[in-house]
Every structure is written in structure tokens, then in C-alpha cells.
T-cell receptor, first 114, second 106 residues
Framework: NAGVTQTPKFQVLKTGQSMTLQCAQD?????MSWYRQDPGMGLRLIHY???????DQGEVPNGYNVSRSTTEDFPLRLLSAAPSQTSVYFC?????????????FGSGTRLTVV | RKEVEQDPGPFNVPEGATVAFNCTYS??????FFWYRQDCRKEPKLLMS???SGNEDGRFTAQLNRASQYISLLIRDSKLSDSATYLC???????FGAGTRLTVKP
């Protein structure tokens, strides 16, 4: 039972670098999301997907791209890293969307941009 | 007003105490609500859903008050292992509260 797997667990980037945070789930969940968590601000939705081939913006999408080519994978791309993107990133999935079902979260990626 | 607001705490209670947290939400059309638990430097984990009729799971009780637009979480007979941050969530619109930190002391 892998659940939601995120890689890497830790990453340090220089300002301006790009990278991809990986997220995979093996529960056949249609709904997947990316959140960032900053101290005192809770989790904020970056992007989400209701199924393969469909993505949409969340609350704080600027500076991030996503794609959903398969049900299992939902990578998050940082286009040009900035210090303001230093955060903990969580990927989450849900059976049919979170109106009726809660999320299963990955263990997170701690990103520092210097 | 924030969409979802929680008292950040910390709540420091002795073992065996009863403690309650509230979470207010701004969108009166919100349909679903959840409580999550998050341990330090870990991912959030679903604790329980909040139904209109209330929901009880062992020592935990969740309530919804639509008229006043808040949900609550009651923990009875607190254990040391209950120490964590508790996050409330408005489902569908994916809005998380910032969390309430609970520390249960011996």
C-alpha cells in the first residue's frame, strides 16, 4: 500500500532554477492536488486535477505548472524558482473529489530556494 | 474575513481533559467539512468527516452549526498521543484552516 508517493523529500534550489516535484498514487483516485504549507498560513491549493488530461488553477498558481497525462501521476513544475517558493509541498489525492471524500496526502517535499 | 479561520492556540491541557476547537467558515453554501490531524513535520491525515447530524468516533466528536457557520471538534479523555495540530477543511473548495495546536501534558 504505497498510497501517495512524493519525490524528492528535500531539495535546495538556486534562484532561477527549474525543477519538477513528482507525485504518484496507486489508489486509482481521479482527483489530485498540490498544496504548499507555510508557517501560520495553513495549506494553500496550487493546482488540482479532476482526472487525466484535466487540470485547473487553485489559490496560488503563479510560478507553477502541472500536467496530468495519467491517472497515477501529477507532477508539479517550478518554472523559475524564487525565494518566496520556499515551502513544504504536499501532493494529495481523493476518490472522487473532496466534496464527499477526504484527501490522502503524500509525505511532502521540503523545498528551499536560496 | 478569511474563508476558514481557526484559533491557532496553543491549547495546553492535562491528560484526561476534554478540549474543544472551533473553526469558522465564510461561505454559507459550503457542503462538506473535515478535520485533519497533522503531527510535527508530517503530512496531514484525515481524522473525520463532519456531517450535518454530527459525527462521533470514539473519543472524538465533530459537529456542524450551519446557522453560525462553524464546525467543532471535541476530544474527550485526552491522551498524550493526541498532541498535534488539528486542521479544519471546507471540502469542494479546498480551503484549509491554519490549524490549532494541541499539547496534552502528563
Amino acid at each position: 500500500n504505497a498510497g501517495v508517493t512524493q519525490t524528492p523529500k528535500f531539495q535546495v534550489l538556486k534562484t532561477g532554477q527549474s525543477m519538477t516535484l513528482q507525485c504518484a498514487q496507486d489508489m486509482n483516485h481521479e482527483y489530485m492536488s498540490w498544496y504548499r504549507q507555510d508557517p501560520g498560513m495553513g495549506l494553500r491549493l496550487i493546482h488540482y486535477s479532476v482526472g487525466a488530461g484535466i487540470t485547473d488553477q487553485g489559490e496560488v498558481p503563479n510560478g507553477y505548472n502541472v500536467s496530468r497525462s495519467t491517472t497515477e501521476d501529477f507532477p508539479l513544475r517550478l518554472l523559475s524558482a524564487a525565494p518566496s517558493q520556499t515551502s513544504v509541498y504536499f501532493c494529495a489525492s481523493s476518490y472522487e473529489g473532496t466534496l464527499n471524500y477526504g484527501y490522502t496526502f503524500g509525505s511532502g517535499t521540503r523545498l528551499t530556494v536560496v | 474575513r478569511k474563508e476558514v479561520e481557526q484559533d491557532p492556540g496553543p491549547f495546553n491541557v492535562p491528560e484526561g481533559a476534554t478540549v474543544a476547537f472551533n473553526c469558522t467558515y465564510s461561505n454559507s453554501a459550503s457542503q462538506s467539512f473535515f478535520w485533519y490531524r497533522q503531527d510535527c513535520r508530517k503530512e496531514p491525515k484525515l481524522l473525520m468527516s463532519v456531517y450535518s447530524s454530527g459525527n462521533e468516533d470514539g473519543r472524538f466528536t465533530a459537529q456542524l452549526n450551519r446557522a453560525s457557520q462553524y464546525i467543532s471538534l471535541l476530544i474527550r479523555d485526552s491522551k498524550l498521543s493526541d498532541s498535534a495540530t488539528y486542521l479544519c477543511v471546507v471540502g469542494g473548495v479546498e480551503r484549509f484552516g491554519a490549524g490549532t495546536r494541541l499539547t496534552v501534558k502528563p
